[in-house]
Nanobody
Framework: QVQLVESGGGLVQAGGSLRLSCAAS????????MGWFRQAPGKEREFVAA????????LYAESVKGRFTISRDIVKNTVYLLMNSLKPEDTAVYYC????????????????WGQGTQVTVSS
């Protein structure tokens, strides 16, 4: 089946940067939306950013707009999330997801999910 594997998480001080990667295998993404979500302990899964695979159109949560950048490498079947100016409130497990979804900002409708990678931002 389809697999999504996140990497690049870690511990960083406030104001620092991290780049997350999501490597996909098992299917084409030509008609898919790729999204990044995050979830802190005891909290609901929250939309972060998304990108259409074919056109490269992007959408960001207001809380990360101007700080985070989502991109994709079509040849490598990989989606990236560059996170700049990190804040303690960005601390969460970050998940990538894929699907032929209409509502990009909700987890419901995404078909495939990675296992997540931990991002911790210290003050």
């Amino acid at each position: 089946q389809v697999q999504l594997v996140e990497s690049g998480g870690g511990l960083v001080q406030a104001g620092g940067s991290l780049r997350l990667s999501c490597a996909a295998s098992g299917r084409t993404f030509s008609s898919s939306v790729m999204g990044w979500f995050r979830q802190a302990p005891g909290k609901e899964r929250e939309f972060v950013a998304a990108i259409s695979w074919r056109a490269g159109s992007t959408l960001y949560a207001e809380s990360v707009k101007g700080r985070f950048t989502i991109s994709r490498d079509i040849v490598k079947n990989t989606v990236y999330l560059l996170m700049n100016s990190l804040k303690p409130e960005d601390t969460a497990v970050y998940y990538c997801a894929s699907g032929t979804v209409v509502a990009w900002t909700t987890p419901t409708g995404y078909d495939y999910w990675g296992q997540g990678t931990q991002v911790t931002v210290s003050s």
